[in-house]
């Protein structure tokens, strides 16, 4: 069971946007910043969003991130088959959980 | 380029030890946070631990599942971090990678090291 709640699969067709939860509490993403991490099959995980909103070099604007209160989004626009992969969360946890949580993680089909 | 390397891997005995190793390159390892994180088959990813640079006093902190069996140490002059693993138990069967804290939360990461643990 992890601390941070995902849904376990999602999906879209190519072209379009989609949107991956996920859910904490104050001691977690309600009180740290979120980040987002893409692990393609077989692959070691990427970061793909850091604080929250922020993309590095070489992230596709594709990609954005948001955070309200005690959950965070990654939203996915123009969808594309190479996204195909799982999704992760990960967060600061100031409780006993800590120092840091993930997501179960969200796998992504592309239709 | 980055590059985090890891190795020492490998199958060992339920109560055993095995001793992970992680090579850095392309960037100023000693100014670096360094985690490990765990994957098991088909499960999803879990903080094994980290250690702080020399400034932060190489401070430590592990995961609840792992604390009092797991130590991470490092080699400034190396380049290298370290995961000592004991008193092994099946439930910590998974790839371990090894990455680095340096200009954001887990900015690279190496290939990943499969370790068993099974008798």
């Known amino acids: 069971q992890s601390v941070l709640t995902q849904p376990p699969s999602a999906s879209g067709t190519p072209g379009q946007r989609v949107s991956l939860s996920c859910s904490g509490s104050s001691s977690n993403i309600g009180s740290n910043y979120v980040y987002w991490y893409q692990q393609l099959p077989g692959t070691a995980p990427k970061l793909l969003i850091y604080r929250n909103n922020q993309r590095p070099s070489g992230v596709p604007d594709r990609f954005s991130g948001s955070k309200s209160g005690t959950s965070a989004s990654l939203a996915i626009s123009g969808l594309r088959s190479e996204d195909e992969a799982d999704y992760y969360c990960v967060a600061k946890d100031d409780s006993l959980s800590g120092p840091w949580v993930f997501g179960g993680g969200t796998k992504l089909t592309v239709l | 380029e980055v590059q985090l390397v890891e190795s020492g891997g490998g199958l060992v005995q339920p109560g055993g030890s095995l001793k992970l190793s992680c090579v850095a390159s392309?960037?100023?390892?000693?100014?670096?946070?360094m985690h490990w994180v765990r994957q098991a088959s088909g499960k999803g990813l879990e903080w094994v631990g980290r250690?702080?640079?020399?400034?932060?006093?190489?401070?430590?902190a592990y995961g609840a599942s792992v604390k009092g069996r797991f130590t991470i140490s490092r080699d400034d002059s190396k380049n290298t971090a370290y995961l000592q693993m004991n008193s092994l138990k099946t439930e910590d069967t998974a790839v371990y990678y090894c990455?680095?804290?340096?200009?954001?939360?887990?900015?690279?990461w190496g290939q990943g090291n499969l370790v068993t643990v099974s008798s």
């Open positions: 990455t680095s804290d340096y200009s954001v939360l887990f900015d690279y």
């Open positions: 250690i702080r640079s020399k400034p932060n006093g190489y401070a430590t």
């Open positions: 392309g960037f100023t390892f000693s100014a670096s946070s």
